[in-house]
């Protein structure tokens, strides 16, 4: 079977890209081992717990012992369904903070600077501000990719902003526009109260063209003649050639298994696996990174949460309303306030995000036996610890070996610690008078350094946000993987663009940096540009010397 583009994965980046060498009238053989990603449990926004808790839409990956954490093997839930993990996770959309990309130039990702990276945010969006208000200047108004707002009718999301500014922090009309520091509206990816993926987005209208075409299989290794790719071999044997290029789109986790499956990768680690060395790049599956998170949870004084719904019967009316109007609790993701702060002075931009939710619940579903209740997820951007994704076996039906390393440098314990407090002094403002019983987790008595630090070891969770195992910069930096133009290095012919490449993590959740990555290589790929726009952004006129 023979097309211009062997796209492997249907994720965010992969479909964006379907779309883009589709419509520009190339031929796309996309590559999924998933399958449909129809039926309510992935369109109906306000069933994320199932998705990524199912083996049909989930990989059902879980990471090696962690050291720092007690030896606890945490769940990394990546999609493996149409739409990829775009189909399965919380839906929340955040492009990141300009300083974000200018660290990614600096690092070798030449051309990755935030004015090179705003055109494709642009070009990606359709953006709905829902009367919120916000920065139109900096917002797409005609992409494929719907970004909205929630109704924030029940009072605890409105609670949650004036805390902040109770507590001295700025508010956002717009942390996606010129200022992300503050507390306000949270965005998300659902349009007409359905989730808004990369494959309703992208996928769909790519195959509408007649120029896209999807196959199911698992891919074995990628075929490399006289240092070029030239297709995929599948499980099973069947060929997909690639008459133009090969791109990985796979994810952060499964894109450095397949380089390294196909004999690219530290040569040693290949070599104790009995794999040829096509070419050495020992980048290949290091620098992987995550966000982690604890979510401070509160038991309410008034019965105002959705635990209202938690039961057979509020269940039942969530779905007859969502399957009959698109509507309701059911139509929306309910993270709809955020916030993004800076931990102490002279930090220059953001490194906490909040995400507030009016129940407190484990991503998993499982309840807090307290009943109403509300959270708010809180983690730091920014990590020092880096792990990595590594070969079990040359068998490529085998997982991959993934150790995080997370809480890894000593840094990371202060800022978590730092994290919860602040977390605390929000949550006492009198802004949630009326609603805060007490703190169920971690729990009031929590208080010292050490009783903090237990706490996070035995309750954070993954954010589900993996990167930079494949990471970008220039052609002599010997630990990139791909040069700016998401060339793998060392190979010709052959791209990838997801979120391995990521330099470091940016700012917040990752799906639309991942689809700007899918927006952008397209263009690299089809060798055009667009105009740079240097738009300012605001940075707190007091970072140096104040927290808030």
Same mark, same amino acid.
């Given at each position: 079977m023979q097309t211009d583009y062997v796209i492997v994965g249907a994720g965010s980046a992969g479909c964006a890209m379907a779309y883009r060498l589709a419509e520009a009238g190339r031929s796309v053989i996309v590559l999924e081992f998933g399958g449909t990603d129809a039926g309510p449990l992935i369109q109906m926004p306000g069933a994320l717990s199932f998705p990524m808790n199912m083996p049909r839409y989930d990989w059902g990956y879980w990471t090696e012992p962690e050291p720092h954490l007690g030896g606890r093997r945490l769940a990394c839930p990546r999609g493996k369904v149409w739409g990829g993990s775009s189909s399965i996770n919380g839906m929340v959309y955040v492009r990141g903070h300009p300083l974000d990309y200018a660290h990614w130039a600096e690092q070798g990702a030449t051309g990755w600077d935030f004015p090179d990276v705003l055109p494709y945010f642009k070009r990606m969006e359709t953006w709905h501000d829902g009367g919120h208000g916000g920065d139109p200047a900096w917002r797409g108004t005609d992409g494929p990719l719907h970004v909205t707002r929630g109704t924030r009718l029940n009072p605890l999301y409105r609670a949650f902003v004036e805390a902040g =500014? !109770? $507590? %001295? +922090?700025? @508010?956002? %009309?717009? +942390?996606?526009g010129q200022k992300q520091e503050g507390f306000g509206p949270m965005e998300q990816t659902v349009w007409k109260g359905r989730r808004w993926s990369a494959a309703n987005a992208y996928l769909k209208p790519a195959r509408a063209t007649g120029r896209c075409r999807l196959v199911r299989g698992l891919a074995e290794r990628i075929v490399i003649q006289d240092g070029r790719a030239t297709g995929v071999r599948l499980k099973g044997g069947q060929l997909l050639e690639a008459g133009r290029e090969v791109i990985l789109a796979a994810s952060s986790i499964n894109s450095p298994k397949l380089l390294m499956l196909s004999g690219i990768g530290p040569a040693g680690h290949l070599a104790e696996h009995g794999i040829e060395v096509v070419a050495d790049r020992p980048g290949v599956g290091q620098n992987l990174q995550d966000h982690l998170e604890m979510? #401070? !949870?509160m038991a309410a004084s008034k019965p105002i949460t959705l635990f209202t719904y938690w039961n057979l019967l509020g269940k039942a009316w969530i779905a007859a309303r969502w399957l009959f109007h698109r509507s309701g609790p059911g139509a929306t993701n309910n993270f709809e306030s955020a916030a993004f702060i800076r931990s102490r002075a002279g930090i220059r931009y953001p490194d906490i995000q909040y995400h507030f939710l009016?129940? $407190? @619940? =484990?991503?998993? %579903?499982? #309840?807090a036996a307290e009943g109403h209740g509300f959270q708010a997820h809180v983690g730091p951007m920014r990590s020092r610890s880096r792990g990595d994704v590594t070969l079990h076996s040359a068998d490529p039906e085998a997982p991959p070996r993934i150790r995080f390393n997370y809480m890894g440098h000593p840094e990371d314990w202060a800022e978590f610690r730092t994290c919860i407090r602040l977390t605390r002094e929000i949550f006492a403002q009198d802004a949630f008078a009326d609603f805060r019983r007490h703190e169920i987790q971690p729990g009031a008595h929590v208080q010292s350094d050490d009783e903090l630090d237990d706490a996070i070891r035995e309750h954070v969770e993954? $954010? +589900?946000h993996p990167c930079g195992t494949c990471r970008m910069g220039a052609k002599d930096d010997p630990g990139a993987v791909v040069d700016p133009e998401c060339r793998v290095i060392g190979v010709e012919n052959l791209r990838l663009a997801d979120s391995s490449i990521f330099p470091r993590i940016t700012n917040g959740n990752l799906n639309g940096p991942s689809i700007m990555v899918g927006e952008k290589a397209s263009d690299h790929i089809l060798g055009r540009s667009l105009p740079r726009d240097p738009q300012p952004f605001w940075q707190h006129p007091h970072w140096e010397t104040a927290q808030r």
């Open positions: =500014r !109770q $507590a %001295g +922090y700025e @508010v956002t %009309g717009d +942390y996606n979510y #401070i !949870q009016p129940l $407190a @619940v =484990r991503y998993d %579903g499982k #309840i993954s $954010a +589900y």
